[in-house]
């Protein structure tokens, strides 16, 4: 796996906008306060890390099985996790494609990719939705105006309606496929571009795991802030930053870490941190030093990641 020019420069710039900002709040307070932490609630918040990793190959599981592929759920999970670990070193997690050479059998991508695009789909589609919770929620607390609201709102029946036109996902998957996707199976993702779209489709006709699946991923991301809390908690800022307060923000700030413009949301997880937090009153030092923790959490999935890859690696030459 090559890393490209603009990887780099991207990872080095978020470096640079975290440093700055350390530098900024002054080390001599981050350090204090992250020397100072809370462990037990730090061990509870690691201690959830099998437990959503299970859920997410749980969930991803049930769309392969819709897609008439059988799979363990273990399995699912090992190569999520592997998908999560090459996703960290790209801007906007597109690594997250490689999931498509553990599953299929080799015979062709079309299905793996359905089932792929409809995890991050569901993914962003509950982020989106609970952010436009958490939009409402901040609207009422602080009288912000509504435009980010009708705008989450607005990408997310956007992003519907160009998952389900063939023409533009043809369109805009096609530098994937020529970026990604090895030269060998070039010509079977060309021939079974429309078996991407018949998993797709059979996917949607199965209404009980389409709304199960939606539940399960509004259920996980719920377990994911409950996991983040604990940071909260771990840091003592439980009085300024609640629960209902970080369910309201965290979704927003995934968001825009998923954007491409970063790598491991590094930068405008930190930026976004410091401003919702202060709206609570809290110190821009405590912001940073819940982004850091974040970070860390989010490097601990990377890192387990990193180790189911060693057991199954993959010949791949793909560049990001």
């Avoid at 029946?157 to 043809?170: A, E, P, Q, T």
């Avoid at 387990?304 to 057991?311: Q, T």
Wanted: charged share 10%; with cysteine.
């Amino acid at each position: 796996m090559r890393v490209s020019l603009n990887t780099r420069v991207l990872s080095i710039f978020g470096l640079l906008v975290l440093l700055y900002l350390i530098f900024r709040s002054g080390v001599g307070s981050i350090v204090p306060i992250l020397l100072d932490l809370k462990m037990e609630y730090v061990l509870i918040s690691i201690a959830i890390i099998p437990v959503i990793i299970y859920l997410k190959g749980y969930k991803w599981n049930l769309i392969m099985r819709a897609h008439g592929m059988d799979y363990s759920t273990a399995y699912a999970s090992k190569v999520w996790l592997i998908g999560l670990f090459t996703g960290t070193f790209t801007p906007g997690r597109v690594g997250d494609v490689v999931r498509i050479f553990y599953v299929g059998g080799g015979k062709s991508a079309g299905k793996p990719l359905s089932t792929v695009l409809l995890d991050r789909v569901y993914d962003i589609g509950a982020l989106l939705l609970i952010s436009c919770f958490g939009g409402v929620m901040i609207f009422y607390w602080f009288e912000m105006a509504m435009s980010m609201i009708f705008f989450a709102v607005l990408v997310f029946v956007f992003g519907l309606y160009l998952v389900s036109n063939k023409g533009i996902v043809r369109k805009v998957l096609r530098p994937v496929f020529v970026r990604f996707i090895p030269v060998s199976m070039k010509s079977k993702l060309k021939l079974n571009f429309n078996e991407f779209y018949e998993g797709f489709y059979l996917f949607a006709k199965n209404r009980g795991v389409v709304a199960g699946v939606a539940m399960l991923t509004v259920a996980l991301w719920l377990v994911s802030i409950m996991q983040e809390y604990m940071l909260v908690m771990a840091l003592g800022l439980e009085g300024q930053v609640s629960i209902y307060y970080l369910v309201a923000i965290s979704p927003i700030v995934t968001i825009l870490t998923l954007l491409p413009i970063s790598v491991s949301g590094i930068g405008p997880r930190d930026v976004s941190m410091i401003y919702f937090f202060s709206l609570v009153g809290a110190a821009s030092e405590y912001a940073i030093s819940f982004s850091i923790l974040l970070l860390l959490l989010y490097w601990a999935y990377t890192a387990v990641g990193g180790v189911v890859w060693l057991f199954y690696p993959r010949k791949i030459k793909i560049s990001f």
